[in-house]
C-alpha cells in the first residue's frame, strides 16, 4: 500500500519530465527522519519503472522514450512495452537492471552534481545526497551564478530527476527555491512524506511559507503519530502547496548498506574536494604551480610512456597544496573536468 503511493508520485514525476518541466525535488526534515531513505527509495522506484540495462555490454540507463499516457484527472497509465536498443552498443538484448546503482547516480557533492548533469544520459536520476551546499545562498550563487543557470537549464534539456536533501528548506536560496523547485518533501515524522508543489498563481511567496507555519504549528520529537497525522490531513485540506501525504517503506537493509558502501567509498575519493576549494583559489594555485614546478612536470612528461602530461603528472605538480603537497582535486575530477570543457569548445 505504502509503496502504491510512492509509485504514484514517481509516475506522476516522469510524466513532468516527458512535459519538459524540470523536475528538482527538495526534501527537507529535522535530523534523523530519513531524508536519505526517501531519495533512496524514489530512486529505486523509478529505476525499476523506467531503468534498462544492455545484457551486451553492461549499460545501464533510463528509458528516453515517452513512456507515461494521461488517462484523465491525476491518472496516468504507463506504456505496456519500455523498450530501445542500448545507447551505448546498439546492442538489441535489453532487460532491466538487476539493483539500483549507486555510483552511478549518487552525487557527493556539489562538484559531483555537476559533472553528473553534464555527463549522465537524458533522464537520469541524481541524487544529491549532502544536498546542504547545493543551492544555498552561498558560493554558487553570486560568483558562479552563470554557470548555476547552465547546470539548471542542462536539467532541464535532459530531463534529470534530481532529488536534494537539505534540513531546512528556508536554507534554499529564495531564488531557487521559488523558480527552479518543483517538488518540496517535507519528511514529518520517520518515513511520513508530505508533499508540496509551488502556487502558480501571483502569490508573493509561492510556497505560502506562513500560511504553512501557522497550520502546522509546533510539534516536538514525542509528538505522536496521531496527532501529526491529524496535521497532515488539515495541511492536505487547507493549504495551497500541500498535495499528498504517505509513509514510505524503509529502505531494506542490505541495500541501505550498498547505500553507505558507495557514500563512503565517495567521501574517501573525493575527500581532499571537501573543503571546496573555491574556483579563483585553485585557478592562483595552479598557475603558482605550472610557473614554479615547469622543470618537474617537464622531466615527468619526458619519463611518461606517451610523453603527454597524464592525469597522475597533473595532480601530482599542477594541482597540489604547494604548502602541504597533497593534491587539492583527485585525477579523476581533472579527467571529467577536460571532458567538460572539451564539449564546450567550438573547433
Ligand atoms: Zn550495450
Redesign the pocket.
Known amino acids: 500500500m505504502t509503496y502504491e503511493k510512492l509509485r504514484k508520485f514517481i509516475i506522476y514525476m516522469r510524466w513532468m519530465q516527458e512535459k519538459d518541466l524540470d523536475v528538482l525535488t527538495i526534501i527537507s526534515s529535522p535530523k534523523g527522519f530519513g531524508k536519505s531513505s526517501f531519495i533512496i527509495q524514489c530512486a529505486r522506484m523509478y529505476n525499476s519503472i523506467f531503468g534498462l540495462s544492455?545484457k551486451?555490454?553492461?549499460?545501464e540507463w533510463i528509458y528516453t522514450g515517452k513512456a507515461i499516457n494521461p488517462k484523465g484527472k491525476g491518472i496516468f497509465a504507463i506504456k505496456d512495452n519500455l523498450y530501445e536498443p542500448?545507447?551505448?552498443?546498439?546492442?538489441t538484448q535489453v532487460g532491466k537492471p538487476k539493483k539500483f546503482n549507486f555510483d552511478l547516480y549518487l552525487a557527493y557533492d556539489n562538484i559531483e552534481v555537476r559533472e553528473k548533469v553534464f555527463d549522465l544520459p537524458p533522464y537520469s536520476p541524481i541524487l544529491a545526497d549532502e544536498g546542504v551546499r547545493f543551492m544555498m545562498g552561498e558560493d554558487w550563487m553570486t560568483s558562479e551564478s552563470k554557470q548555476m543557470k547552465k547546470l539548471f537549464a542542462q536539467m532541464r534539456t535532459k530531463h534529470m530527476l534530481v532529488f536534494a536533501n537539505i534540513p531546512r528548506f528556508r536554507w534554499v536560496d529564495s531564488k531557487y527555491r521559488n523558480d527552479m523547485t518543483t517538488f518540496w518533501v517535507r519528511i514529518m515524522f520517520r518515513s511520513f512524506a508530505m508533499v508540496l508543489q509551488p502556487d502558480l498563481g501571483e502569490a508573493k511567496d509561492p510556497w505560502h511559507l506562513k500560511d504553512l507555519e501557522k497550520l502546522m504549528g509546533n510539534y516536538q520529537y514525542f509528538t505522536s503519530e496521531e496527532q501529526l497525522t491529524r496535521i497532515a490531513d488539515k495541511l492536505v485540506r487547507k493549504h495551497p502547496c500541500c498535495f499528498d501525504y504517505f509513509k514510505f517503506p524503509k529502505v531494506p537493509n542490505e541495500i541501505y548498506k550498498e547505500y553507505l558502501i558507495a557514500r563512503n567509498k565517495k567521501a574517501f575519493e573525493r575527500r581532499d574536494e571537501t573543503q571546496q576549494i573555491d574556483q579563483k583559489q585553485l585557478a592562483k594555485i595552479v598557475t603558482y604551480n605550472l610557473m614554479q614546478n615547469w622543470e618537474q612536470i617537464l622531466g615527468a612528461v619526458k619519463s611518461s610512456k606517451k610523453k603527454s602530461p597524464t592525469l597522475k603528472i597533473l595532480e601530482q605538480f599542477a594541482f597540489v597544496d604547494p604548502n602541504s603537497q597533497e593534491p587539492v582535486v583527485t585525477h579523476m575530477t581533472i579527467s571529467n573536468w577536460n571532458k567538460e570543457i572539451k564539449k564546450l569548445v567550438k573547433v
Open positions: 544492455c551486451g555490454c553492461n549499460q542500448c545507447p551505448k552498443c546498439k546492442g
